[in-house]
């Protein structure tokens, strides 16, 4: 299940089950949308992304869901391994050029 | 191939000291960013360019704080006077052109410490 912790919401999930890490963006006129994965003492790591005309992107073993309506993004980690163990990151373009905006982030702690 | 690099990997300094933070971009990559991360959060932009100008440097926090791409290549985050709070890890990112869906693809950071 969820908790928040000092930092960061955890999400505490059983090798082998499904990821669900939820995140609310803040932009509606962002067009594009990005997940990466950060493990510790490194930079963030891309690993898919979706346009605003889109509602689902499939890639291997994660899918990204878009709700525009509710400013919502998921990302869905199919069979999640210990690999999977880091922080995610949704991030948003609110312009078509330059910056990324980066939410809060959710820490996945994959237990045997 | 050469991911983006950062150095150093990790920087001490005491209060009031300038220091220089430097990012080898991805041979070939125009666009370069660099962001802040504090701990327990997500990174927050700080400025970005295109070839050798600053398209974008509204999250420079203040005017200690400044960054320089001369030849388009390697850039160099400066900051003056450092204060305990510009503790953080610095992380740099670079993209082919910077365009909508170009993806960024970040260094190992290079994490500052004030005492």
């Known amino acids: 299940g969820e908790s928040v912790g000092l930092h960061l919401p955890t999400l505490s999930v059983q090798e082998g089950d499904n990821s669900i890490i939820n995140c609310a963006y803040s932009n509606s006129a962002s067009d594009y949308f990005i997940w990466y994965k950060q493990e510790s003492g490194k930079g963030p790591q891309f690993i898919i992304d979706?346009?605003?005309?889109?509602d689902k992107r499939q890639g291997q073993r994660v899918t990204v869901l878009l709700n525009k309506t509710v400013k919502h993004l998921s990302l869905q980690i199919a069979a999640t391994q210990p690999g999977d163990s880091a922080v995610y990151f949704c991030a948003e373009k609110p312009d078509s050029w330059g910056k990324l905006q980066f939410g809060a982030g959710t820490q996945v702690v994959v237990t045997p | 191939g050469a991911g983006v690099s950062q150095t150093p990997s990790n920087k001490v300094t005491e209060k009031g000291k300038y220091v220089e933070l430097r990012c080898d971009p991805i041979?070939?990559?125009?666009?370069l960013y660099w962001y802040r991360q504090s701990l327990g959060q997500g990174p927050e932009f700080l400025i970005y360019f295109q070839g050798t100008g600053a398209a974008d440097d509204s999250g420079l926090p203040n005017d200690r704080f400044f960054a320089v791409r001369p030849e388009g290549s390697v850039s160099t985050l400066k900051i003056q006077r450092t204060e305990r709070g510009d503790s953080a890890v610095y992380l740099c990112?670079?993209?082919?052109?910077?365009?909508?869906?170009?993806?960024?693809?970040f260094g190992p950071g290079t994490r500052l410490l004030v005492l």
């Open positions: 990112a670079s993209s082919l052109g910077g365009t909508l869906t170009e993806t960024q693809y």
């Open positions: 041979s070939g990559h125009t666009a």
């Open positions: 979706i346009r605003s005309n889109m």
